[in-house]
Structures are given as structure tokens and as C-alpha cells.
């Protein structure tokens, strides 16, 4: 009974996390393999019953609090900034806190491997594979050439792309076969340890069943390139080449199985000996802890249901942010949709004298919450190739923002942004959450805003993008000291 109510209370503390990592594996597609990882876990633990009642739990309650503290402080952190990440990594902490406060480290000992595995059902791991991409790409390119050469086929090569008589083909960054490495992973690594009682047979195994995953890439480009030189599959973008995608994992599940088939023969069953008795534990006093644990855990989550966060509304209006008098002429501008969830939003196009025209765009928070954030997705993707520039004020001060290059209606554009998080200038995303979790707890406030500056690159080249950088430090060295005014005219 008391058991039940320990979970029921984890569970509502971490409900809207499993939620919202419940819909980040419905959505995108890396992560479909998650909704496994739970019940692989819970089976790593059904195999190893025999090893739990074969130890002697001894809580540990000093280190349990501390590590179950931390776990519990991220998730708190993570919610304050908005940063999901960071609350779904708190559960990897919370839950060998938990484990070590109630029964101990021989227990978590035992537990190790199903915990360590619950890792696979975080989204973090595109982060990982991000750097991975490139070189997969130009490996499945370079060996996928080669065994079209093999088959007597007309080929040229240049990086990721490879032409042929009739079509050029590109392995594009969703092609590389890295995403499917993952699953494959996590496939590989239960299935290894249940059925193989070595651990270098294990680490073989899986060792193998990735690299013959990586290679398979290398096959399917080639095959997806001679089939467009026989005109053979038609529409490469259709159902095929999902099913071109699926041959990189098959492959990979093919490998484990019959590995598994091999390496298996010859091996001596395990022998089962079932465990005599049951734990020993001081219940009375357990009893205490498992109910303080559960108050604690309560606590926190109804932690995430209480904003103390203030929204922090502009009473600015337009006419405040007016340069007339510097030479920039402007006029209000219907706003785009690329940073939604803002409260309040702007946008100005001006044209100079000179016949220079110049965009500025505003969305602000007045207050941020999760799914209503400034970082998030759709932001994050600003920065996809941006760099950091410093731009003159008045010739003694400088402010570092992100300049990026882009195209717009089939015009090179050159923009820089910032966020102004209550008059602080930061342009890293992980800063902007950083201190929207410190205003939050210390302040009670979560505003901020994102300041986007945009123009047309007047010629090609790199000589176009300094003279749009010249003409966008030109304006924001005018229009900055009343920005800050426009940012600061707020009404709690």
C-alpha cells in the first residue's frame, strides 16, 4: 500500500515531464523507439528479481536525500526557466536517489543498468548525433559511389552529392542513417544482456550491430542511386524512400538477432536459484521515511502548479521607437509568426534618405511558462549558422549580437537579433534560460523580448554582407537608447 503511494506521488510530481516527452516521441519521428524504453527497463528489472531478493537493502538515507535533493532541485530549475531538458534530465537523478534512500546501494547496484537505460527515453540524444550527421553523410556518399562503380555505373562525386547521367542525387542530413544508430542502440544493449552472460560477447554485439548499421547506409544510397539510373523507383521522396530509410535499421535488427543466434550456441544456461526469505527491513522507521518521501515529492509538484511569476506588460507604444529625427522614416508592418506564443509584438519598416531600408521587429513575453517560451523550437532555429559580431554605439561602446545570413522571397538578407532580458543583452539561448530561471526565483518575473534587425544585402558575396552589416550597426547605434526606452516602459 505504502509502495502505491510513494508512486502515485512520483508520478504526480513528474506527470507533465512524462507528458510532454510522451509528445516529443510522438512527433518526431528519431524518437518513436522511446515509448519501448520503459517497459525494456521494467523487464531489465523482472530479470534481476532473483538478484534483489538475494541482497540486503540498507537505506541510505544521507546520500539519498542529497542526490534525491538535486534531482528534485533540477526539475524545480527546469520549470522556473522553462527548459524541458533539463526537468527530463532531473528524473535520471531522482530516480538512483530514490532508489538509494529507500533501499540502498546494493539494491541500486542490481538496478543499475535498467536506470542507466531510462537515459534512451530522453530527447537529448539529436544533440549528441548532431556533429555525426556530416561525416555519415560523406562516408554513405563516398562508399555508396563506390559500389556504383562496382555495378558498372557512371558516377561523379562532389562531398554529398552525387551525379549521375540522368539525376543528382544528395545524401541529405535526414539521409545519413545516424538517427536509426540510436535505435539500434537501444535495441542491442537489453537484448545483449539478457541473452549473453559475457560481457565481451555483449560489448561485441553490439559494437557490431552498429557498425553493420552504419555501413547499411552505404547500401541503401547505392541502391537508391541505381534505381534512379534505371528509372526504376519513380518518386524518391514518396513511400519508397521511407522504406529506403527502414532498410538502415532492418539491417541493423538483423544483425543482433542472428549475433545474438551465434554468440549464444555453446553458452550454459544460467542457473536460477530462487532467493530464500524476503528483504528484512525496520518497517517503523522505513515507514517514516517513504512517507516523507512522498510528502516531498507531493510538495514538488504542486510546486509546478503555483506562478509567482508577475506578467510584466509593456505600456510602450510605436510612436516611441520613432527616428525621424536621426533620417530613418518608418511605418508599422504587419509582424511575421516566427517566434509564437509573444504577447505583445512590433514591427517597423524604415527607409533612410539615402534610400537604405531596414526592418526591426519586437515580440515580447510578459511572462514565460512552459509552451510559452522565448526559447523554444521555432527560435532556436534562428541561430542555425548565426555568429556573434560586436556592433559601435557611438564609438566607445559596443554591444555583442548574433548576425545571421539567410533567404527571404528569393532575397539574400543579412539580420541581427538579441534577446533583452530586463535590460541585460544576451544572445546564447542557454543564457536567455539561464537567467529567465534566476529572474524567475529571485524577482518573481520571467519577461523578455527579442530584437530582430533585418536588411537586404545590397550585392553579392562578402562584400554584400559587410555593407548590410555596416547599414544595420549604422541604424542600431541610433535606435538602440530608445529601444532600451521602448523595453523598459513596462507596467507590472
Known amino acids: 500500500m505504502l509502495g502505491c503511494v510513494l508512486a502515485a506521488a512520483f508520478l504526480f510530481c513528474y506527470i507533465d515531464v512524462l507528458i510532454g516527452m510522451g509528445r516529443q516521441w510522438w512527433n518526431i519521428?528519431?524518437?518513436?523507439?522511446?515509448?519501448?524504453?520503459?517497459?525494456?527497463?521494467?523487464?531489465?528489472?523482472?530479470?534481476?528479481?532473483?538478484?534483489?531478493?538475494?541482497?540486503?537493502?540498507?537505506?541510505?538515507?544521507?546520500?539519498?536525500?542529497?542526490?534525491?535533493?538535486?534531482?528534485?532541485?533540477?526539475?524545480?530549475?527546469?520549470?522556473?526557466?522553462?527548459?524541458?531538458?533539463?526537468?527530463q534530465m532531473s528524473l535520471l537523478i531522482t530516480v538512483p536517489g530514490v532508489v538509494l534512500f529507500l533501499f540502498g546501494w546494493r539494491v541500486l547496484k542490481v538496478l543499475g543498468l535498467p536506470i542507466a537505460f531510462l537515459g534512451f527515453m530522453i530527447p537529448v540524444w539529436d544533440a549528441v548525433t548532431e556533429p555525426l550527421h556530416l561525416p555519415f553523410q560523406r562516408l554513405s556518399a563516398d562508399l555508396g559511389v563506390r559500389l556504383l562503380n562496382l555495378f558498372g555505373i557512371p558516377v561523379y562525386q562532389n562531398g554529398v552529392f552525387i551525379y549521375l547521367?540522368?539525376?543528382?542525387?544528395?545524401?541529405?542530413?535526414?539521409?545519413?542513417?545516424?538517427?536509426?544508430?540510436?535505435?539500434?542502440?537501444?535495441?542491442?544493449?537489453?537484448?545483449?544482456?539478457?541473452?549473453?552472460?559475457?560481457?565481451?560477447?555483449?560489448?561485441?554485439?553490439?559494437?557490431?550491430?552498429?557498425?553493420?548499421?552504419?555501413?547499411?547506409?552505404?547500401?541503401?544510397?547505392?541502391?537508391?542511386?541505381?534505381?534512379?539510373?534505371?528509372?526504376?523507383?519513380?518518386?524518391?521522396?514518396?513511400?519508397?524512400?521511407?522504406?529506403?530509410?527502414?532498410?538502415?535499421?532492418?539491417?541493423?535488427?538483423?544483425?543482433?538477432?542472428?549475433?545474438?543466434?551465434?554468440?549464444?550456441?555453446?553458452?550454459?544456461?544460467?542457473?536460477?536459484v530462487a532467493a530464500q526469505g524476503s528483504w528484512k527491513l525496520e518497517w517503523p522507521r522505513v515507514r517514516i521515511a517513504w512517507v516523507v518521501l512522498a510528502a516531498l515529492l507531493v510538495l514538488v509538484g504542486v510546486s509546478g502548479y503555483v506562478d509567482r511569476s508577475q506578467p510584466v506588460v509593456l505600456a510602450s507604444h510605436g510612436n516611441d521607437v520613432s527616428l525621424v529625427d536621426v533620417g530613418w522614416i518608418g511605418i508599422e508592418v504587419p509582424v511575421s509568426d516566427m517566434v509564437p506564443g509573444a504577447d505583445q509584438k512590433w514591427s517597423w519598416a524604415y527607409r533612410a534618405r539615402s534610400g537604405e531600408d531596414v526592418r526591426l521587429s519586437l515580440w515580447y513575453f510578459a511572462s514565460q511558462s512552459q509552451g510559452k517560451e522565448l526559447i523554444h523550437a521555432e527560435t532556436s532555429t534562428l541561430h542555425s549558422g548565426a555568429t556573434t559580431v560586436k556592433l559601435s554605439l557611438d564609438g566607445q561602446n559596443t554591444i555583442e549580437v548574433n548576425r545571421r545570413i539567410f533567404s527571404e522571397g528569393g532575397k539574400r538578407q543579412a539580420a541581427v537579433f538579441w534577446y533583452d532580458l530586463n535590460g541585460r543583452l544576451l544572445t546564447s539561448p542557454l543564457a536567455v534560460k539561464l537567467y529567465t530561471a534566476l529572474d524567475g526565483m529571485t524577482h518573481s518575473r520571467t519577461s523578455g523580448a527579442l530584437v530582430w534587425v533585418s536588411t537586404d544585402l545590397p550585392s553579392a558575396g562578402e562584400e554584400g554582407v559587410e555593407q548590410a552589416t555596416t547599414r544595420l550597426e549604422t541604424f542600431v547605434a541610433q535606435a538602440f537608447p530608445r529601444l532600451t526606452r521602448f523595453l523598459s516602459g513596462s507596467t507590472p
Open 165 to 272: 547521367p540522368n539525376i543528382t542525387l544528395e545524401v541529405a542530413k535526414s539521409c545519413s542513417g545516424v538517427n536509426y544508430l540510436i535505435a539500434v542502440l537501444a535495441t542491442s544493449i537489453p537484448l545483449a544482456t539478457i541473452v549473453l552472460h559475457s560481457v565481451w560477447k555483449r560489448i561485441g554485439l553490439v559494437v557490431l550491430a552498429v557498425t553493420v548499421s552504419a555501413l547499411a547506409n552505404s547500401l541503401r544510397v547505392a541502391l537508391i542511386g541505381m534505381l534512379a539510373y534505371y528509372d526504376v523507383s519513380g518518386d524518391l521522396h514518396g513511400p519508397y524512400h521511407t522504406l529506403h530509410g527502414i532498410f538502415t535499421s532492418m539491417v541493423g535488427y538483423v544483425v543482433i538477432f542472428v549475433g545474438l543466434w551465434v554468440l549464444s550456441r555453446g553458452q550454459k544456461p544460467a542457473l536460477r
Open 29 to 87: 519521428s528519431f524518437y518513436s523507439y522511446a515509448f519501448l524504453i520503459p517497459g525494456i527497463s521494467a523487464y531489465l528489472v523482472w530479470v534481476r528479481r532473483d538478484q534483489l531478493w538475494a541482497v540486503q537493502p540498507e537505506p541510505a538515507y544521507v546520500t539519498g536525500t542529497v542526490i534525491t535533493a538535486a534531482g528534485l532541485s533540477a526539475l524545480i530549475v527546469g520549470r522556473a526557466a522553462g527548459i524541458q531538458t533539463v526537468q
